[in-house]
C-alpha cells in the first residue's frame, strides 16, 4: 500500500509540473497553445455565420457533430462504468493474481477498492465535463440564428464565442479526464506502471497541446 501511495503522490506531482510548465508558456506566447488557437478559430466561425447570412444549415450541422461528439463520449464513459461497476470483483482478483509477479511491494485485499475507487470518479467526472459541453453546444445552436443587429449585435457576438469556447472547453477537460483513465487502469497491476503511465500520458499532451505547423499564420488571418 505504501507504494501504491508514493506512485499515486508522483504521478500527482508530474501532472501538476507539466500544467504549470504549459500555463506558464501559454501566458508567454499564447498563440503557442493549441487550445488558444482553436478558441480563435472558433470566434473566426461564429463570426462569419453571424455576418454573412444564410448560414444558418452550416452553424447547425457544425454544432450537430460537436454534440454528436461530446453524446458518444459521454455514452463510452457511462458504458465503461456500468462494466466496472459488474465486473469490479473480477478486477480485483485479476490484479491480485498477477501482482505477485509483477509488484515489489505487497498488495492489501481492500486497496484495490480504492483504486477502482479513484477510476469511477475519473470517469464520473470525465461525464460531467461531457454532458456541461453538450449543455453549452445546445446553447450556441439557439444563439447563433438569432437576428445579427447593430445595436445588439456586437454582445451577441461576444457571448455566443463565450458560449462556443466554454463548451469547446468542457470537451477537452471530458477528453483529458477520460485519458487520465488509462495509468489508473495500469495502476491495478503494478504501482510502476501507474508512474510509466502518467510520463506516457504526459508525452502525448505535450504533442497535442503544441501548435501545428502553420496554425500560427492561419491564426492571425
Known amino acids: 500500500m505504501f507504494c501504491d501511495v508514493i ?16 500555463n506558464r508558456k501559454t501566458r508567454r506566447a499564447p498563440k503557442s497553445s493549441v487550445h488558444t488557437v482553436n478558441a480563435m478559430t472558433r470566434e473566426q466561425w461564429v463570426l462569419m455565420i453571424m455576418q454573412n447570412g444564410k448560414q ?11 454534440l454528436m461528439a461530446a453524446s458518444f463520449m459521454a455514452t463510452i464513459v457511462m458504458l465503461l462504468i456500468s462494466a466496472i461497476l459488474n465486473l469490479g470483483e473480477k478486477i480485483g482478483q485479476w490484479a491480485k493474481s498477477l501482482h505477485p509477479f509483477l509488484a515489489q511491494c505487497q498488495l492489501s485485499n481492500e486497496f484495490w477498492q480504492i483504486k477502482l475507487g479513484v477510476l469511477l470518479l475519473s470517469f464520473a467526472i470525465a461525464f460531467y465535463f461531457f454532458a456541461m459541453a453538450i449543455r453549452f453546444f445546445n446553447h ?11 445595436a445588439e449585435g456586437e454582445q451577441l457576438y461576444k457571448q455566443t464565442c463565450a458560449y462556443l469556447n466554454r463548451a469547446g472547453s468542457y470537451y477537452t477537460m471530458g477528453t483529458r479526464t477520460f485519458f487520465f483513465a488509462l495509468p ?14 502518467t510520463l506516457g500520458l504526459i508525452a502525448g499532451f505535450r504533442v497535442l497541446d503544441s501548435v501545428p505547423v502553420g496554425a500560427n499564420e492561419f491564426a492571425a488571418t
Open 184 to 197: 489508473m487502469i495500469a495502476w491495478f497491476f503494478d504501482p510502476v506502471f501507474l508512474v510509466l503511465g
Open 7 to 22: 506512485a499515486f503522490s508522483i504521478s500527482c506531482l508530474l501532472v501538476l509540473i507539466y500544467y504549470f510548465y504549459f
Open 140 to 150: 450556441v445552436g439557439y444563439m447563433i440564428n438569432l437576428p445579427y443587429t447593430e
Open 56 to 66: 444558418e444549415i452550416l452553424a447547425i450541422q457544425t454544432l450537430r457533430n460537436s
